[in-house]
């Protein structure tokens, strides 16, 4: 049973940084994206960062970036998502999730369905 658990979320003034964790577990092989979806009230919701959970291959939208950084631990069980220069349009749920047989760019371009979820954490970016 694969499960996925964000911890890191809080409140930042704007300006600021906060590193959000992803742990996974459960997954039988590593043919698996996994990273970060947000979801802000009265917004779509969208990628911000993936990456591989076989490689070191990564994507982040040409929004997100210059201040969204994916990384992993060497154990590849922990997922990082290093939030830099947070703005207030930056306050969302963000949620860790995971997709089998995609690339880091097809789902965070959310072309595809999410298979797992984690149940999310709050950033608040507010003065």
């Known amino acids: 049973q694969v499960q996925l658990v964000e911890s890191g979320g809080g409140l930042v003034q704007p300006g600021g940084s906060l590193i959000l964790s992803c742990t996974a577990s459960?997954?039988?092989?590593?043919?698996?994206?996994i990273g970060w979806i947000r979801q802000a009230p009265g917004r779509e919701r969208e990628g911000v960062s993936c990456?591989?959970?076989?490689?070191?291959?990564?994507y982040s939208p040409d929004s997100k970036k210059d201040r969204f950084t994916i990384s992993r631990n060497s154990a590849g069980n922990t997922v990082y998502l290093h939030m830099n220069n947070l703005k207030p349009e930056d306050t969302a749920i963000y949620y860790c999730?995971?997709?089998?047989?995609?690339?880091?760019?097809?789902?965070?371009?959310?072309?595809?369905?999410?298979?797992?979820w984690g149940r999310g954490t709050q950033v608040s970016v507010a003065s």
């Open positions: 990456i591989s959970a076989k490689d070191s291959n990564t």
């Open positions: 999730a995971a997709v089998r047989l995609v690339t880091p760019q097809a789902m965070c371009l959310l072309r595809f369905n999410m298979d797992y």
């Open positions: 459960g997954f039988t092989s590593q043919s698996y994206a």
